[in-house]
Protein backbone atom coordinates (compact mmCIF):
# COMPACT_ATOMS: atom_id res chain seq x y z
CA UNK A 1 0.00 0.00 0.00
CA UNK A 2 1.30 3.25 -0.44
CA UNK A 3 1.12 5.00 2.45
CA UNK A 4 2.98 2.36 3.95
CA UNK A 5 5.52 2.53 1.26
CA UNK A 6 5.48 6.50 2.16
CA UNK A 7 6.14 5.49 5.59
CA UNK A 8 8.43 3.18 5.22
CA UNK A 9 10.51 5.22 2.76
CA UNK A 10 10.34 8.16 5.49
CA UNK A 11 11.96 6.20 8.08
CA UNK A 12 14.65 5.06 6.16
CA UNK A 13 15.89 9.08 5.77
CA UNK A 14 15.71 9.77 9.04
CA UNK A 15 18.04 6.58 10.13
CA UNK A 16 20.22 7.31 7.17
CA UNK A 17 20.34 11.01 7.85
CA UNK A 18 20.68 10.49 11.45
CA UNK A 19 23.81 8.12 10.92
CA UNK A 20 25.46 10.11 8.31
CA UNK A 21 25.22 13.22 10.61
CA UNK A 22 26.79 11.19 13.62
CA UNK A 23 29.14 9.61 11.20
CA UNK A 24 30.52 13.17 9.81
CA UNK A 25 29.76 15.07 13.11
CA UNK A 26 30.35 12.69 16.11
CA UNK A 27 30.27 15.52 18.66
CA UNK A 28 26.76 15.60 18.17
CA UNK A 29 25.97 12.53 19.79
CA UNK A 30 25.29 12.46 23.35
CA UNK A 31 28.11 12.64 25.37
CA UNK A 32 28.34 9.21 26.56
CA UNK A 33 28.05 8.17 23.03
CA UNK A 34 30.58 10.27 21.63
CA UNK A 35 32.88 8.92 24.24
CA UNK A 36 32.78 5.81 22.52
CA UNK A 37 33.89 6.94 19.14
CA UNK A 38 35.97 9.24 20.16
CA UNK A 39 39.34 8.71 18.03
CA UNK A 40 38.28 5.24 17.06
CA UNK A 41 38.42 4.25 13.18
CA UNK A 42 35.68 4.76 11.07
CA UNK A 43 34.54 0.94 11.43
CA UNK A 44 34.21 1.18 14.94
CA UNK A 45 32.59 4.73 14.64
CA UNK A 46 29.99 3.20 12.30
CA UNK A 47 29.05 -0.25 14.86
CA UNK A 48 29.01 2.54 17.98
CA UNK A 49 26.39 4.77 16.08
CA UNK A 50 24.91 1.85 14.35
CA UNK A 51 24.34 0.85 18.25
CA UNK A 52 23.06 4.23 19.52
CA UNK A 53 20.70 4.40 16.75
CA UNK A 54 18.79 0.54 16.96
CA UNK A 55 18.80 1.58 20.54
CA UNK A 56 16.69 4.33 20.35
CA UNK A 57 13.05 4.75 20.36
CA UNK A 58 11.10 5.71 16.64
CA UNK A 59 9.62 8.83 18.45
CA UNK A 60 12.87 9.97 20.09
CA UNK A 61 14.78 9.17 16.14
CA UNK A 62 12.01 11.44 15.01
CA UNK A 63 12.60 14.17 17.65
CA UNK A 64 16.02 13.59 17.41
CA UNK A 65 15.60 14.45 13.29
CA UNK A 66 14.05 16.94 14.11
CA UNK A 67 16.47 18.75 16.63
CA UNK A 68 18.99 18.52 14.27
CA UNK A 69 17.40 19.22 11.01
CA UNK A 70 14.81 21.92 11.59
CA UNK A 71 16.28 24.95 12.26
CA UNK A 72 13.51 26.02 13.72
CA UNK A 73 13.48 23.27 16.60
CA UNK A 74 14.55 23.57 20.26
CA UNK A 75 18.12 22.11 20.77
CA UNK A 76 17.52 20.61 24.02
Known sequence: HYKINR???KAR????????LF??????LPT????KV???????KALVIADYIAGITDRY????????F???ARTS
Open 7 to 9: MTS
Open 70 to 72: DVH
Open 13 to 20: RVIKSLFD
Open 38 to 44: KDQSQDV
Open 32 to 35: QWYL
Open 23 to 28: MSEPNC
Open 61 to 68: ALDEYERL
